[in-house]
């Protein structure tokens, strides 16, 4: 998998893991969840993924990946780098 700004970036076998990584892993709530960003999701992702191979996702590809599976992004306000929030549960990993 190669490097990804955007979700169109991505081949379709990788738009297709990373969309299952989403359905597997995320639970939409009707709220917009301010303790979950783009930036904190995609970040197991790209380790599960990219560890050792010099692949990444970026926020902007991890948000458009969300909203295609039908979740809310609203902009982190005042962000360095573009990110996001969604209508996400809680998750927590220990790997």
């Not at 709220?31 to 970026?58: C, D, F, M, P, W």
């Not at 990946?65 to 780098?81: D, I």
């Not at 996400?88 to 990993?93: E, L, N, Q, S």
Request: charged share 20%; with cysteine; glycine share 6%.
């Amino acid at each position: 998998m190669e490097n990804a700004n955007y979700f169109s970036d991505l081949s379709e076998a990788d738009q297709n893991s990373l969309l299952d990584y989403i359905i597997s892993n995320f639970k939409m709530i009707q709220s917009i969840n301010h303790e979950q960003t783009a930036y904190g999701l995609k970040a197991r992702y790209n380790r599960l993924t990219g560890a050792n191979k010099g692949h990444h996702v970026t926020s902007r590809c991890f948000m458009e990946a969300m909203v295609k599976e039908g979740y809310r992004a609203v902009p982190v306000k005042g962000a360095v780098e573009p990110n996001w929030y969604f209508n996400v549960g809680k998750t927590h990993f220990t790997d």
